[in-house]
DNA sequence: TTAAGTTAAGTTTTT
DNA sequence: CTTAACTTAA
C-alpha cells in the first residue's frame, strides 16, 4: 500500500503521535498523505476509525477524501468522520444549540437571506443606506464572526467610532432578528459551536473523547474561529495534524488567517514539521512559471518545490484584441486538442477571475456544440424558482423563519403587496410574535381591513400541508406544493426560453429531493433543508459524462486537468482592479498572485494564458494592460504568441534577460491600429497614452494609467500616482502626458 | 393598493 | 449587462 510514497510523504504518514504540521505543495500528494494516513492510524496502531476526524472545507474535497479513504481503509471506514467545517458545526448544533439557548431546529441563511435580513434592519433602524451599505454591515460582521467577536464584544470596543458604533448596533440587531428567526447564518456556526464548547465542558469533552485524532486540509484557509475550534476539540489529545500550503492561501477576504500556518509552530512548539516539495503533477515548465511568480510574494515559508516530471511544452501566452476573440481561440483550441491531441473534453478547465467571465464563453461552446459546464457563478439552490419553493418547505418545517414566510406569501400572485406585508410585519412587531403567527391571527389585525381575506387561504394551505408531514413522503409534499401554488403551471403559460429552464431546475430539485430520500434511512424535511444549505455548487462535479470545465480560480483550487486555459490575465482583472487599487494594495496583490500560482499549478501538461486588449466589463468598453503576473514569468518557460504572424517570429528563441524589453515592445505596439476602428467607439489614439503606460499630471506627479474607460466625448482614465494614490480623472480635464520609463 | 413598466445604480473571490 | 428602486396606470 505504501509502497509508492516517497520518503516524506512516508513520513507525514508515520508521524502520527502530537501536532504535525505538512507544508504541502501543490500537487505534491497530499491527499494521498491524508488518505494513507487514516488507513496506517487503524491497521498499524489499532485506532478505531470512529476516533478519526478529518475536515476540509468544500463538500467536494470531503467527498473525494471519502471516496478515497473508503477505497483504502476499507471496513469501517464509513466510522471515520469525513466533513467540512460548517457540516461538522451544524452537525452539533443539532444536537446541543439548546444549551447555548437556541432552538435545535434552526435554519441556515444564505447570502440571499441575509442580506434581506440586513435591508429590513436598516429600514427599520432608519439608516442611510448611502453612507452605510448593507453589504458594509455584513461584511463587517462577517469579519467580527471570524474572528470569534460577539455583538457585545463588538460594542465595547467600539467606544468613540462613529462606524464601529453604527455597526455594533446593527449587529445587535442582526443577531437578534436571527434568533428571532430561529436561524443561524454561516459564520454563526463555527462562532456559534465555540461558544457551546466554552460554555459546556460536558459537550466539549464527549467530542474531545470521540476525536482523538484529527487531520485538516487547506489548513492554510483557515480563520480564527475554526482555528479556535479545532483546538478546542484536539487540546485533549493534541493528536492535531494539518495539511496546507502558504502560497495557497487565497481566501483572506472571508477571514482566512495566514498566520495560523505560519505560527503553526508557535502554538504548538513540539509540533512536527514535515514538507512535501516534490509535485507529481505538473511538467518543469509549468512548475519553475509557478515557482517565479510566487517568488514575488515575501514572508512565505522557505520552500522549493520540485520535479521529476518531463520539461514538457512551454507555457504559452497569446494576447487578443477581444475578449470574444480570446473567447473563440480557447474553444477552438479545445476542439483542436480533442481532434487530434488525444485528449478528451474532461482534461480541459477554464479559469476565470471572475464569474463574469464565463458568459462568452459559454456562448462559443454552445455555437461549437462542445459539452461544457460552468461550476459556481449562482447557485443552483440560490435560483429564485428553487428558492421560491425551498421557502414553502422552509415555512412548513420552521414556523419562525419569517424570511421564507414574506418570500412566498405573494408567490404566487395572491394580491398581497409591499403595505400589507408592512402591517402585517408592524403587528408582529409590536407583539411579539412571528411573521407567520401574525398571519394566521390575520382576522385581528384591524389596520389589514379587507386584505385580510387575501391572506385567509395561503394559512390554510400552509396548515394543510403542515399536518401531512410524516404522512405523505417529502417528493408526494413538494409536488403538490408545486401543484396547488401552479408554479409550473404559470411558467408553462409564460412559454419562454427561460422558463422552460426554470421548469427544467424545479425538476431537477424534485430529483435531488428523491436521491436523498432513497439515500437517507431516515429522510426529514429538515434533514433535506440543511443538506440544500451546505451545498455549494462546486461539489457536484460528476465525472460520469464529458465535458470541458469553466469556473473561477477560487474554485479550482484542490483540483488538475491535463490542459488548462487561464483566461482574462490583464492588471485590472486579474490582478483585481480592488486589489491593485486597495490602501494596502501590496498584501492584496500578494493575494492574487497566490490566486495565479494556485492556476498555474492546476495544469499537469499545458497551460495556456490568455488576455485581451479590449473587454466589456459591467456593460462599458474597457482597456486593460497586461497582467503583471505574466510578466514575472521568464522567458524561457515562455512561449508566445500574438495575433499577427509577424510578431510570433520577433518573440522566439529569447535570452532571459531580454524578457523584459520584449514585454516592452510588445506593449508599446497598442492595438491603436484596430481599436481606432470606428466601430468600437474608440478614438482612443488620440490621447497618446495607453492603459500601462507611465504619465505625467501637473498635480500628483508621475503615475501609472490603469484603466481607459470611453464615456461619452471623454475618456475616464484611472491612474495610480506614486505620491497620490488612484485618481480618477477625465482626459480632457487632466492634461496627462505620457513620459519615458 | 397592486402590478406592470421605466429608469437608475452597482458590480471579486465563497462556505 | 443585470438587479433594484422608482413611476404610473389599472
Known amino acids: 500500500m505504501y509502497e509508492n510514497m516517497n520518503e516524506m510523504q512516508m513520513q507525514a504518514v508515520c508521524q502520527t503521535q502530537g501536532p504535525v504540521l505538512i507544508l504541502a505543495g501543490a500537487g505534491s500528494g497530499k491527499t494521498r498523505v491524508l488518505t494513507h494516513r487514516a488507513a496506517y492510524l487503524i491497521e498499524e496502531k489499532g485506532v478505531s476509525p470512529y476516533h478519526i476526524m478529518a475536515i476540509t472545507f468544500t463538500n467536494k474535497a470531503a467527498g473525494e477524501m471519502r471516496d478515497r479513504i473508503d477505497q483504502i481503509v476499507g471496513l469501517g471506514s464509513e466510522s471515520i468522520w469525513v466533513t467540512t467545517f460548517h457540516a461538522t458545526c451544524v452537525r452539533f448544533l443539532r444536537r446541543f444549540a439548546d444549551r447555548i439557548g437556541y432552538d435545535t431546529r434552526f435554519t441556515i441563511y444564505d447570502a440571499d437571506d441575509q442580506k434581506q435580513l440586513m435591508k429590513d434592519i436598516c429600514k427599520r433602524l432608519s439608516i442611510d443606506t448611502k453612507n452605510f451599505s448593507e453589504r458594509m454591515f455584513l461584511n463587517a460582521i462577517s469579519h467580527a464572526k471570524d474572528e470569534l467577536i460577539d455583538e457585545v464584544t463588538y460594542q465595547t470596543h467600539a467606544q468613540g467610532d462613529f462606524k464601529k458604533q453604527k455597526i455594533g448596533e446593527v449587529y445587535a440587531e442582526y443577531q437578534k432578528m436571527l434568533r428571532k428567526n430561529n436561524a443561524f447564518d454561516f459564520d454563526d456556526l463555527i462562532m456559534k459551536t465555540v461558544e457551546l464548547f466554552r460554555k459546556d465542558a460536558e459537550v466539549l469533552q464527549g467530542y474531545q473523547e470521540r476525536f482523538r485524532y484529527i487531520m485538516v486540509d487547506e489548513y492554510q484557509d483557515t480563520n480564527t474561529a475554526q482555528f479556535t475550534l479545532i483546538q478546542l476539540l484536539a487540546s485533549k489529545y493534541g493528536n492535531l495534524c494539518v495539511v496546507g500550503d502558504d502560497d495557497q492561501s487565497i481566501y483572506k477576504f472571508r477571514g482566512a488567517n495566514i498566520r495560523n500556518i505560519l505560527n503553526f509552530e508557535h502554538y504548538f512548539p513540539d509540533a512536527a514539521v514535515i514538507k512535501l516539495e516534490q509535485n507529481y503533477r505538473s511538467t518543469q515548465n509549468i512548475l519553475n512559471a509557478a515557482n517565479a511568480v510566487i517568488s514575488n510574494n515575501v514572508g512565505r515559508k522557505a520552500k522549493s518545490l520540485w520535479t521529476d516530471n518531463p520539461s514538457g511544452a512551454p507555457v504559452e501566452f497569446r494576447q487578443f484584441y477581444t475578449a470574444s476573440d480570446e473567447a473563440a481561440y480557447i474553444v477552438e483550441d479545445i476542439k483542436e486538442k480533442v481532434k487530434s491531441g ?178 437517507e434511512e431516515q429522510p426529514t424535511l429538515s434533514g433535506f433543508l440543511e443538506e440544500v444549505a451546505l451545498v455549494a455548487d462546486v461539489d457536484k462535479l460528476d465525472d460520469k459524462s464529458d465535458y470541458v470545465t469553466l469556473m473561477t480560480l477560487h474554485s479550482a483550487k484542490g483540483l488538475e486537468f491535463p490542459n488548462v486555459y487561464l483566461a482574462g490575465m490583464e492588471d485590472g482583472l486579474f490582478p483585481s482592479y480592488m486589489s491593485i487599487t486597495s490602501d494596502n494594495a501590496k498584501e492584496e496583490v500578494e493575494e492574487e498572485r497566490r490566486l495565479a500560482y494556485v492556476g498555474i499549478t492546476r495544469a499537469k501538461e499545458n497551460l495556456t494564458l490568455t488576455c485581451a486588449k479590449q473587454r466589456m466589463v459591467h456593460g462599458k468598453t474597457q482597456y486593460n494592460r497586461l497582467s503583471r503576473f505574466v510578466e514575472e514569468i521568464p522567458a524561457e518557460y515562455l512561449q508566445s504568441k500574438f495575433p499577427s504572424a509577424q510578431t510570433q517570429k520577433e518573440h522566439k528563441r529569447q535570452s532571459p534577460n531580454l524578457k523584459q524589453k520584449a514585454l516592452e515592445q510588445f506593449r508599446a505596439k497598442p492595438a491603436v491600429t484596430v481599436l481606432s476602428k470606428p466601430s468600437s467607439g474608440g478614438e482612443k489614439a488620440d490621447l497618446g497614452y495607453d492603459a500601462g503606460d507611465l504619465v505625467e499630471h501637473r498635480k500628483f506627479g508621475k503615475g501609472t494609467v490603469v484603466k481607459i474607460i470611453p464615456g461619452g466625448r471623454d475618456f475616464e482614465v484611472t491612474v495610480q500616482f506614486e505620491q497620490a494614490g488612484v485618481k480618477k480623472m477625465f482626459a480632457g480635464f487632466a492634461k496627462l502626458k505620457r513620459v519615458q520609463e
Open 342 to 519: 488525444g485528449y478528451v473534453y474532461q482534461d480541459c478547465a477554464i479559469l476565470y477571475r471572475t464569474n463574469a467571465q464565463s458568459r462568452l464563453f459559454e456562448e462559443r461552446f454552445i455555437v461549437s456544440n462542445i459539452p461544457y459546464k460552468i461550476v459556481g457563478g449562482i447557485n443552483f439552490y440560490a435560483r429564485k424558482e428553487i428558492k421560491d419553493l425551498l421557502a414553502y418547505l422552509k415555512t412548513i418545517d420552521n414556523a419562525k423563519d419569517d424570511l421564507a414566510v414574506r418570500r412566498i406569501l405573494n408567490v404566487p400572485k395572491r394580491g398581497i403587496g409591499a403595505t400589507t406585508m408592512a402591517k402585517v410585519q408592524e403587528y408582529a412587531l409590536d407583539h411579539d410574535i412571528s411573521f407567520y403567527y401574525a398571519l394566521r391571527g390575520a382576522s385581528e389585525i384591524p389596520s389589514l381591513g379587507r386584505a385580510a381575506a387575501k391572506i385567509q387561504p395561503f394559512v390554510t394551505f400552509i396548515q394543510t400541508m403542515r399536518s401531512k408531514v410524516g404522512e405523505i413522503s417529502l417528493s408526494d409534499l413538494l409536488s403538490e406544493i408545486i401543484e396547488s401554488t401552479g408554479y409550473i403551471k404559470e411558467l408553462e403559460l409564460e412559454g419562454s426560453e427561460e422558463a422552460q429552464s426554470r421548469i427544467e431546475n424545479i425538476e431537477e430539485l424534485q430529483g435531488k429531493l428523491r436521491t436523498y430520500e432513497q439515500n
